[in-house]
């Protein structure tokens, strides 16, 4: 018998074994879910932090926590405490980062209290967070300066639980939200940054950025420079390098006179000039996909 006789009658009775069914791409997977661009910062650019969500009543009105990073790149976890923590930030990545992340909370919510999600697999075609979630509920995020969310605030800090926060915790940069503005994000490395994740679309901000950058309009404030852009899920997210030393409560100002700038180009319809065009390219050349 040939090899392609064999192959055809490989498995049960003959049969070939069913193929994997695949995700279906989603370019922009978190659209109409509250908090859209805070996930997307959550996944991105803000080392440690949660966000409380809640299942619709189709699957249970349960409270669950979405955050950043959880030990070992796990998926998700069921504390001991009962409270389930769902990760943005994992290594497992289909065409639909949204439906990665609603495998991991179902799956989580049938764990037993103190268990960890330790993989998940590659998901097949099935519920999205639009689908699990209750939209109703607010979206808040809470930025942390450390990991001990992992932990019930009852729970025991052991000398190699307390060790192994401490250690994870060192390679935090510092990062917080600007008062008053939604998805906005000071950090420190060796310089000071915002990182702004915008809900516009992406085509119509680049437009936007293009024709400020042009006007010699694109930074914050006189100490600041706009440096470019980065894009991830979908959405872009804007990125400029900070006057030395400036901290994130000074930003408010600024960033609600950009927000001013840019309302008023995203209303231009006019084509662009050559020298937006010029900026344009230059921003396009210089952008970075982000998963």
Known sequence: ???????RQAGPEGTSK?????????????????????IVAMREVVPAATATVRTNAEYGGRDVTL????????????RDD???????QTVQHSGDASRDVAAALLAALELEPGQ???????PEPGPRLQDVLDLTAPFEITVHDGFDYWLAEDAERTGDVARALEQTGENIVP??????????YWCRMSREFLRWARPEDEQQLLDALARLQARRESA????????????????????WELA???????LTGPCTAFAERLTDVLAADAPLTPEERRARAGLVSRQVTLR
């Open 1 to 7: 018998m040939g090899k392609k006789s064999r192959k």
């Open 18 to 38: 069913p193929k994997r069914r695949q995700v279906p791409y989603v370019e922009r997977p978190f659209e109409g879910l509250p908090g859209e661009t805070d």
């Open 67 to 78: 955050v950043t990073l959880l030990p070992d790149m796990w998926p998700a976890m069921h």
């Open 82 to 88: 009962g409270a389930v923590l769902v990760a943005l």
């Open 116 to 122: 960890p999600l330790t993989s998940l697999g590659m």
């Open 175 to 184: 990062t917080a939200p600007v008062p008053g503005v939604d998805s906005a």
């Open 220 to 239: 914050l404030d006189d100490g600041s420079r706009f440096v470019g852009a980065f894009r991830s899920s979908g959405i872009l997210v804007p990125v």
């Open 244 to 250: 030395p030393g400036t901290e994130a409560e000074e």
